[in-house]
């Protein structure tokens, strides 16, 4: 197949909840290191559509997390009818309560305490736990009987399948029968308000960042609104950098280049949660060590490609027949890269681009957001708005 393809890419597989009707099916799940060995990004895609209380008080260790609410009325993640309470703090006996009623995503900095997490939902929403190591794991503690606590581990690394024997545990919900006959209560819930009493100070709202709707003009192959989260810029302290976007349209985008230092994941799925397997397109990647000899991927699948850092790639080419969303996830606060152009004595110069050197070029005093505005030459030429992009010899 190829260095790359056999190494980088992951093909997501539908994968049924069993924890009851509260998380609709089918989901999907990135699983860092055990979906693709060297992988230190961990993710999942899942629905929610009915109102429920969710994990139980736990830290993780020198890693971070992001949990991502979004409205499932893709692409308008902004239809966010639902309020979900987090439980957050250092200690777990004091801990304080952030509210979520709009598409937000919040950051859980390493042993910080957290959860649970009380959804009350009337329209459907997307979650993602995005976690930031290869191997997930959680501490919790447990009372002991002397009135004292010990602390328990779990994580990918210890959990096995109770169903098959010395396989992986999936978290497919299948072994708490319980839980799957009640649904997590669900009738509790009919009259569920949020508890507004539940303390608050403000202490943890620079670990809230609710997402901007974006308007993109880019051209129409590209749907609005979309959502962006960029890193430091918008969410200070943040070493996530993704996109929410739902392309339209066949088209082309990016020049060769590497990110010097962070890993860059490639999310392509179809929009329509959660059946993100409803997917009809061709994605043509190039990818490779040396920008002279790069490798060609191919993919028609949902899947995830993992760029790692000082690895050349782009272009890409979207041959698209249903819509596709496609994250660009980049796990570092400044997203920047490294191109290249040759000099007039046919010499190659190497030159960056990143957030903390980009400014608006309409505003100059605020920073550029990739919005596409100032592009009108690509609207009405290259980007081809109201048309499908033709497929370039390179993608054949």
Known sequence: MGKFRDTCVFELVPEESHWGDFCASPMAYFRGETSMPGSTYHVGFQTFKKSVDFEEQHFHMAADEYLVFLGANVPDVFDFDATVELDIGEDP??????????????????????????????????FQQ????GTWSKITRRLKEDGTYEYIYDGDDVRLCKERPGGKCTMCGKCYGKLSETGYNEAEYKDFEPDRKRKYTGKYDYLKYELPEMVTYWGDWCAKPQAYMHGDHDFPGSHYHIG????TKSNQMELPHFHHHADEYLVFVGPNFPDIFDFDATITMFIGDDPDHMEKIVVDKPCVIRVPANVWHCPIYFDLRKPVMFQATFLDGIWHKVLRRKKDNGEWEYYYEGDNVRKCRLEPDKWCNICGKCFAGLNASSYSEG???PKPDWAE
């Open 93 to 126: 006996d004091n801990m304080e309560t952030i509210v979520i009623d709009k598409a937000t995503v919040i950051k859980i900095p390493p042993y910080m305490w957290h959860c649970p997490i009380r959804f009350r939902i009337n329209k459907p929403i997307i």
């Open 130 to 133: 995005a976690y930031f190591d």
């Open 244 to 247: 929410f976007q739902v392309f």
């Open 387 to 389: 048309v499908s992009q």
